[in-house]
Structures are given as C-alpha cells and as structure tokens.
C-alpha cells in the first residue's frame, strides 16, 4: 500500500501543477494496482478493493478538471478495468490456499467445521464489497463522462 500513497501523492502533485490528465492516468494506474491484487485469494482481493478504492475517490475529484475528450477516455478505461475476475474464482484460490496450507483432510475438515459460521459472514461481506466496487466503478464512469462513447463496445 505504500506504493499507492506514493502514487495517490504523485498524481496530487500532478493536480497542483494543472494537468489533470496526467493526474488521471495515474489514479487510472492505482485503480489497475489494485486489480492486479485481486487475483489471489480473498484477502488479496479485499486488498486490492480498498488500493481500487483509493484510485476511483481521487479519480472523482479531478474528473471535474478534465477536458471533454479527457473525460470520455477515462470513462472508457474505467468501463474496461470494470471487468474483473468472478467471484466464483477468487473462492476457487482461496480453497486452493487453504488445501495447500493445511495438506491433511481432517485439518482442512477441522478448518471449514470449526470457524464456518465466522467464515461464511467474512465471505458474504467479502462478496458484498466484490459486487459493490464493481457498481461504483461503473456509476463513475457514467458520471465522469454522461455522454455514451460511440467507440465503445464492452468485452472488445
């Protein structure tokens, strides 16, 4: 996370010196930060959300300062960074860490049996905050550029 701050620093730095743009790209780069965490098990992915968090609230605040052309194009990097992994996927990591870290059948039984109830509510919130980065994630676009990009199609 320390690279974030940095990072997060750099574009507000980029602010205070009125380029935007560069400013947004960088908040653009938090956000791909984040979602390269996500990748692994699901504490790497709550990570990652709260890094993709850090880069969409900066992106909020100088998207105001972009030009027309500027907005659209970060709208539309914000529309193909919104395509992230399932969360089917990430619970398929996390019991391969779990299988791995605990090799013999009763300790993975022991495992599931003894914290269920504690882990199914850290699941579901785990999935909530999966679900609900994707929303906001989406909700920015449509408010940094409110106009629909003809240029645009999703997944291509």
């Given at each position: 996370q320390n690279l974030t701050i940095a990072a997060r620093i750099w574009g507000q730095h980029k602010e205070s010196q009125n380029e935007p743009g560069q400013a947004a790209k960088i908040y653009?780069?938090?956000?791909?930060?984040?979602?390269?965490?996500?990748?692994?098990?699901?504490?790497?992915?709550?990570?990652?959300?709260?890094?993709?968090?850090?880069?969409?609230r900066s992106l909020k605040v100088v998207a105001s300062k972009l030009s027309r052309e500027q907005r659209r194009e970060t709208a539309r990097e914000l529309k193909l960074l919104n395509t992230r992994i399932a969360f089917e996927e990430v619970m398929r990591r996390e019991d391969y860490l779990i299988a791995v870290q605990n090799r013999?059948?009763?300790?993975?039984?022991?495992?599931?049996?003894?914290w269920d109830e504690m882990l199914q509510e850290f699941y579901a919130n785990a999935r909530a905050k999966h679900e609900q980065i994707?929303?906001?994630?989406?909700?920015?676009?449509?408010?940094?550029?409110p106009e629909p990009d003809p240029d645009f199609k999703a997944g291509g």
């Amino acid at each position: 996370q320390n690279l974030t701050i940095a990072a997060r620093i750099w574009g507000q730095h980029k602010e205070s010196q009125n380029e935007p743009g560069q400013a947004a790209k960088i908040y653009l780069d938090i956000l791909r930060m984040g979602q390269a965490l996500e990748h692994g098990a699901c504490t790497d992915m709550l990570r990652g959300i709260t890094i993709e968090r850090i880069g969409l609230r900066s992106l909020k605040v100088v998207a105001s300062k972009l030009s027309r052309e500027q907005r659209r194009e970060t709208a539309r990097e914000l529309k193909l960074l919104n395509t992230r992994i399932a969360f089917e996927e990430v619970m398929r990591r996390e019991d391969y860490l779990i299988a791995v870290q605990n090799r013999t059948v009763f300790r993975q039984l022991l495992l599931r049996y003894r914290w269920d109830e504690m882990l199914q509510e850290f699941y579901a919130n785990a999935r909530a905050k999966h679900e609900q980065i994707r929303e906001d994630i989406a909700s920015a676009a449509a408010e940094i550029s409110p106009e629909p990009d003809p240029d645009f199609k999703a997944g291509g």
